[in-house]
């Protein structure tokens, strides 16, 4: 059974940075590409980062690129995002999640991604 498990969220101030973990296990987890989702609320979930199999191809959403590094460590079975110049409205859950087949790229909707980690708060001070 496959499970992520995410870690790394928080309390900060705007400016500051945070790096989110995903911890994956029971796949091969170099197969799959990942990626990373928030939610806040009252809104729709959006996609944010996606990293390929290898870690050689990411891709951003628009309102985090240049802040956000998405990375990820085969051996540990870990994927990362890097956040970096935080702002008041990227406080959301962010989620990681699993992808296991390869179809078009990027994959930026959730219907794409067939396995779901259970989210960690990110809240950023103004």
């Known amino acids: 059974q496959v499970h992520l498990v995410e870690s790394g969220g928080g309390l900060v101030q705007a400016g500051g940075s945070l790096r989110l973990s995903c911890a994956a296990s029971?796949?091969?987890?170099?197969?799959?590409?990942m990626g990373w989702f928030r939610q806040a609320p009252g809104k729709e979930r959006e996609f944010v980062a996606v990293?390929?199999?290898?870690?050689?191809?990411?891709y951003y959403a628009d309102s985090v690129k240049g802040r956000f590094a998405i990375s990820r460590d085969n051996a540990k079975n870990t994927v990362y995002l890097q956040m970096n110049s935080l702002k008041f409205e990227d406080t959301a859950v962010y989620y990681c999640?699993?992808?296991?087949?390869?179809?078009?790229?990027?994959?930026?909707?959730?219907?794409?991604?067939?396995?779901w980690g259970q989210g960690t708060q990110v809240t950023v001070s103004s």
């Open positions: 999640a699993l992808r296991t087949y390869i179809a078009r790229w990027p994959p930026v909707y959730g219907y794409e991604y067939s396995y």
């Open positions: 029971g796949r091969t987890f170099s197969n799959d590409a």
């Open positions: 990293i390929n199999r290898s870690g050689g191809t990411t």
